[in-house]
C-alpha cells in the first residue's frame, strides 16, 4: 500500500527538515520514495536534498499550499495529493511541512473537515497516512508538546502516530525525554512509537562532517567513513 509520510510542527526550527534529510539518506536508493517540500518560508528540504536532483524516476518535488495572495488555502492539500497519487506512482510520498504550514494543518482536521473525515479521504486515496511530529528540547518542549498533544488527541484513535524526539536539542534536558515518554504511556494506543534522531555532536570531526555535508546537499556517499558509521547507526533508529 502507498503511503504517505507527514513531518510536522507548528514551532519554527525544531528539525522538521533535518528529519526529512534523514529519511532521504535512509531512502536514498530506494526509487520508490519521493520527498516533496511543503514549506513555503525556507525550501530548505529542496536544497539540502540536491544528491537527489535530476533521478529518474523523479525523487524531490516542491508543493505550494499558497495561493496568488501568498496565503495559505488549507484544503488544497487534499487536491495536491489525491495530483499525485494519480500522477506520480511511489511506495512512500515524504511531506515536509513548515511551521505556517503544520499550523495550518491543525485548522484543516477543526474547521474544514473532522479526522473521521480525513480518514475516509485516506481510503478514498486506497493510502495509509504516517504522522511524525517532531519535537525538540529546552526552551521549545512546551510549545512543541501542544502541538504534539492537540495533534494526538486529533488524530490518534485514526491514525498512525509517531513522536520524533530531536535528540541533539534534548542534551542536559534528559528528564524531558522521561516526560514524552510518560505521554506516549499515558496516550495508550494513540501514539505509535516515540523514536529518537539526530544524536550528532557539531563539536568533533564526525559531527561537523555531517553537518556540512548536509549543507551542501551532498548524499551519504560523501560523508568520510566515520562519519558513515555514524549516519548508520541514525538511520536504524529511524
Same mark, same amino acid.
Given at each position: ?110 474547521? @474544514?473537515? &473532522?479526522?473521521?473525515?480525513? +480518514? %475516509?479521504?485516506? /481510503?478514498?486515496? $486506497?493510502?495509509?497516512?504516517? *504522522? ?45 525525554? @522521561?516526560? &514524552?515518554?510518560?505521554?506516549? +504511556? %499515558?496516550?495508550? /494506543?494513540?501514539? $505509535?512509537?516515540?523514536?529518537? *534522531? ?41
Amino acid at each position: 500500500m502507498k503511503t504517505f509520510i507527514f513531518n510536522l510542527q507548528e514551532k519554527g526550527g525544531t528539525g522538521k527538515s533535518f528529519l526529512t534529510v534523514l529519511q532521504a539518506y535512509k531512502e536514498q536508493n530506494n526509487e520508490r520514495s519521493l520527498f516533496a517540500d511543503a514549506d513555503a518560508s525556507t525550501k530548505s528540504t529542496i536544497r539540502n536534498l540536491k544528491f537527489l536532483e535530476n533521478r529518474k524516476p523523479l525523487r524531490i518535488a516542491e508543493i505550494s499550499l499558497l495561493d496568488a495572495r501568498g496565503k495559505i488555502v488549507r484544503d488544497k492539500l487534499l487536491s495536491i495529493m489525491e495530483q499525485m497519487v494519480k500522477d506520480l506512482d511511489y511506495d512512500n510520498y515524504y511531506l515536509d511541512f513548515g511551521a505556517p504550514e503544520s499550523q495550518q494543518f491543525t485548522e484543516l482536521i477543526t474547521k @474544514d473537515l &473532522l479526522p473521521t473525515d480525513l +480518514k %475516509a479521504f485516506e /481510503e478514498h486515496l $486506497n493510502v495509509k497516512f504516517v *504522522f511524525n511530529i517532531i519535537v525538540a528540547g529546552g526552551t521549545a518542549f512546551g510549545s512543541c508538546t501542544d502541538y504534539l498533544k492537540k495533534l494526538v488527541d486529533l488524530l490518534g484513535d485514526h491514525f498512525e502516530v509517531n513522536i520524533m524526539a530531536n535528540e541533539a536539542m534534548f542534551y542536559n534536558f534528559e528528564h524531558l525525554l @522521561d516526560e &514524552l515518554n510518560q505521554f506516549a +504511556k %499515558a496516550s495508550g /494506543e494513540k501514539v $505509535n512509537s516515540v523514536k529518537r *534522531f539526530g544524536d550528532f555532536d557539531i563539536s568533533n570531526e564526525t559531527g561537523k562532517n555531517i553537518l556540512s555535508n548536509i549543507e551542501k546537499g551532498l548524499g551519504v556517499e560523501n560523508l568520510s567513513f566515520t562519519a558513515k558509521l555514524k549516519m548508520n547507526n541514525e538511520l536504524a533508529k529511524i
